[in-house]
């Protein structure tokens, strides 16, 4: 799946999900580093457990972040 994001420096999210497993996860743009850092540690976990991680997760003034944005991704994915 690919998820646009809003509001941060990364353009999009691919990512892929098996069951409710979270298994694959890509940052399209962004701090390279640390988009890296969120997507290995999602990886392997429930997407319950990496959206209670990852939601309201702040980027200075913004009101989002990359791993915001990535727990949005997932609650739109499993609403579908």
């Known amino acids: 799946m690919t998820y646009r994001t809003q509001g941060v420096c990364s353009k999009?999210?691919?990512?892929e999900l098996e069951g409710d497993i979270v298994k694959k996860v890509k940052f399209i743009g962004g701090c390279s580093g640390n988009t890296?850092?969120?997507?290995r540690l999602a990886e392997g976990?429930?997407?319950?457990?990496?959206i209670a991680?990852?939601?309201g997760i702040r980027c200075g003034f913004?009101?989002?972040s990359c791993?915001?944005?990535?727990?949005?991704a997932l609650k739109k994915a499993i609403s579908e």
Do not use: W
């Not at 890296?36 to 997507?39: D, K, L, T």
């Not at 976990?45 to 990496?50: N, P």
């Open 12 to 15: 999009a999210i691919e990512f």
């Open 53 to 55: 991680i990852l939601e």
């Open 67 to 72: 791993p915001d944005q990535l727990a949005k």
């Open 45 to 50: 976990r429930r997407v319950d457990e990496v």
């Open 36 to 39: 890296q850092g969120v997507a």
């Open 62 to 64: 913004k009101s989002t």
